[in-house]
């Protein structure tokens, strides 16, 4: 029986073994992607989506009357001159733009529009949240693009006592949730644009302090 029960320990620790292999292998694989597999991963990351209490700046070309600057109500409409009750929420700027585009034609003709976000007020699936040893940790508004070295800039880099090649982040929810391993340290304070890589809306970046 003794012998039975060290031989299940032994596969479980195999197992357990196995899988840490797996994760560490798959965050390694993205901590060191090149610059050039990085940035074709940020050219095809998804654009940033308007929110609830987003405040937009509305500019309608040679109209100057229907231009507007307005705030996403927190049922995710808008009203501008002309067209009452627009569903914002969930659009990026330039598919609002294209929306408002269409309700003007009964009253401009070939009306132009350019929608700008001016202050994100996104909700958490569209928001990069630092928690840890940050100079600022705080989430800030995902943008189409968006590395890490462009969240680290956002939030001031890294503290003295940070463990930067030990942050990790963790992207998705439940079971379908990957956590990545982080060389921040090589990034920021070696200037290794190798350990640059992509983010994407709702990530979290986490990063320790080191142990004393």
Do not use: H
């Amino acid at each position: 029986m003794l012998i039975r029960n060290v031989a299940a320990a032994a596969v479980a620790l195999l197992l357990v073994a196995a899988c840490a292999s797996t994760d560490i292998a798959s965050s390694a694989s993205l901590a060191e992607a090149s610059p050039q597999t990085t940035d074709t991963a940020a050219s095809k990351s998804p654009s940033y989506l308007i929110g609830p209490m987003d405040k937009l700046d509305v500019f309608v070309w040679r109209a100057p009357e229907l231009s507007t600057k307005v705030t996403v109500r927190p049922d995710g409409r808008i009203s501008t001159p002309l067209v009452n009750d627009m569903v914002a929420a969930g659009k990026t700027p330039s598919q609002l733009a294209s929306d408002l585009e269409g309700a003007l034609r009964d009253y401009v003709k070939s009306p132009q529009v350019t929608v700008i976000v001016e202050d994100f007020n996104s909700t958490f699936d569209q928001q990069v949240r630092v928690l840890g040893a940050a100079q600022k940790p705080v989430a800030i508004p995902y943008q189409s693009g968006m590395t890490v070295l462009d969240v680290m800039g956002a939030v001031g880099g890294l503290t003295e006592f940070a463990a930067g090649n030990r942050a990790v982040l963790i992207r998705g929810s439940g079971d379908d949730r990957k956590t990545y391993r982080l060389k921040l340290n090589d990034l920021l304070r070696k200037g290794k644009i190798s350990a640059n890589v992509p983010v994407m809306p709702g990530d979290v970046i986490l990063i320790p302090e080191s142990v004393l």
